[in-house]
């Protein structure tokens, strides 16, 4: 049995400073090596792993990016395939957040599978501290526009006490074609995030495209926080870390040691068979 294993990053895979540990990199590369089918699915974009040390894994299938909303191949700065939004959804999507007082990060893909992100404010502490480091490593990736652009969108991003994002989230879901994800950060306290994309994307439809891309067939997931739970119950084993929220862990078929004990590489080790019988927990 050919089984996928595809894992979060942030309070999963990566420790508490955002960054995979020495241990794990060695562990899954080994791995890799064997023949597992490895992967990602994180709500980081292709510029928000750039900020981290996860290069020094040698992924060979595509990374599930910004809540399923696109695979990403690594090794070569590529975006695969997106999840795009037609100008009449996005244009709904961002008067909602307007109303809700949020102007969000904007992520487009360009012809050429070019990765532009625009916005027209900054409205919380946690979007200028992102902003901030961002533009600092990748100048010119982020634009201030006195407006939008309605092509090419595939994601938006905002940051705010869960107070005023909540009722954002709400209105929204009665916009067709449009799923999000409302979620604690895991370095900033008292600060979430309110992510929205295509109701053709979501980490749980990434696993599922990746699934097929590796022809895999199981899945075992990885996660911590609540934009992992529709891909944990995708998964056919659902794997949350010892640090996970509680919501989190009643979803899990397995509860494993905690992102600073490199759980998730510890449990691949264990669990992956390379002559291709399943050797499951």
Known sequence: ??????????????????????RSAAMLNELIKRGALISVASARSPIGVGLTNLREVRFRLPLVLMNGAMLYDLAADRILESCEWVPETIAR???????????????RVEEGGKLDVVFTDLTSEGEREFYQERTGKFPGMFRRLSAYPLTGAVYCSMQDTEAVLRPIQERLRDVANVDSVLYADNYRENNWYLEIFSARAGKGNGLLRLKKWAGADAVTAFGDNYNDIAMLEKADIACVVANGAAGVKDVADVIISSNEEDGVAAYIAADYAPDGKDDSH
């Open 93 to 107: 999507t961002l008067e909602i957040c307007r109303e809700g007082g949020k102007t969000p990060f904007l992520y």
């Open 1 to 22: 049995m050919k089984r996928l294993y595809i894992t979060d990053l942030d309070g999963t895979l990566f420790h508490g400073g955002a960054m995979i540990s020495t």
